[in-house]
Every structure is written in structure tokens, then in C-alpha cells.
């Protein structure tokens, strides 16, 4: 069960660092060519939304479907087991959405930046007229 957790900190830390390397200031043409390698690269990673939704429905579920110890039968040690899953899928809930709003940023600065040179292009071309 750990490994997919594993996994999905390993997308959320590698989508970090591209985010981080899109946004970092470069030559237009070192920008363009990292823009061009990871709009090449998004579409496979696609599968990381639909993995985090997934992931966040099975927390849900076992969020409903879990026994409660709130009441004085409980040991402090069931009491104790029980705050520590809690956390651990408020931590997992937090690694889904940070999962899903990193690809969603990745996307759209690889768009607007796409979407400049695009203008620049017409903007050049208007200037040689």
C-alpha cells in the first residue's frame, strides 16, 4: 500500500522541480526548448490526475468505513493508532491536490509560453510588412 504513496511523492517532488524549471527566468532559446520537451512530456503524464482522483476516493472510502475511538473504551495506544492514520491520509489527501494543481500549472505555463511565442511570431511578421 506504502509504494503508491512513494510513487505519487515522487511525481508531486519531479513536477515541482519542472515547474520550478519552467519558471526560473533562461534565454528565449534555452526556454523554448524546455518548454518544447516538457509539452512533449505532459501528455503521458496525464495519468497522474485520474492515479491522485483515485487515490483520494479510496481515502474517502476508508475515511467513512473506519472505526471510531473517540470514547473512553479505547487504550491510549488504539487512541494513538487512530490520530496517526488520520494524519497520514490528511497528509496523502494534501499529496493528491498538490499532485493535480502542480499538473494543472505545469500545463498552463507550457501554454502561455506557447502561446506568446505565437504572438511574437505574428507581432515579427507584422513588422516586416
Known amino acids: 500500500m506504502a509504494l503508491q504513496w512513494v510513487i505519487l511523492a515522487y511525481v508531486v517532488a519531479a ?8 519558471t526560473l527566468p533562461a534565454p528565449k532559446i534555452l526556454k523554448k526548448r524546455i518548454v518544447d520537451m516538457v509539452s512533449l512530456l505532459l501528455q503521458p503524464a496525464t495519468g497522474i490526475v485520474p492515479f491522485a482522483g483515485f487515490q483520494i476516493l479510496d481515502i474517502y472510502w476508508k475515511n467513512e468505513h473506519r472505526l471510531m475511538c473517540t470514547s473512553d473504551v479505547c487504550t491510549a495506544a488504539e ?3 487512530y490520530e496517526k492514520a488520520i494524519f497520514k491520509a490528511q497528509r496523502n ?8 494543481i502542480l499538473y494543472w500549472s505545469i500545463y498552463r505555463v507550457c501554454k502561455y509560453h506557447k502561446e506568446i511565442q505565437e504572438m511574437e511570431e505574428v507581432e515579427k511578421r507584422h513588422k516586416e510588412r
Open 93 to 100: 489527501v494534501i499529496l493528491c491536490a498538490s499532485a493535480c
Open 15 to 22: 513536477e515541482a522541480a519542472v515547474a520550478l524549471l519552467l
Open 79 to 81: 487512541r494513538d493508532r
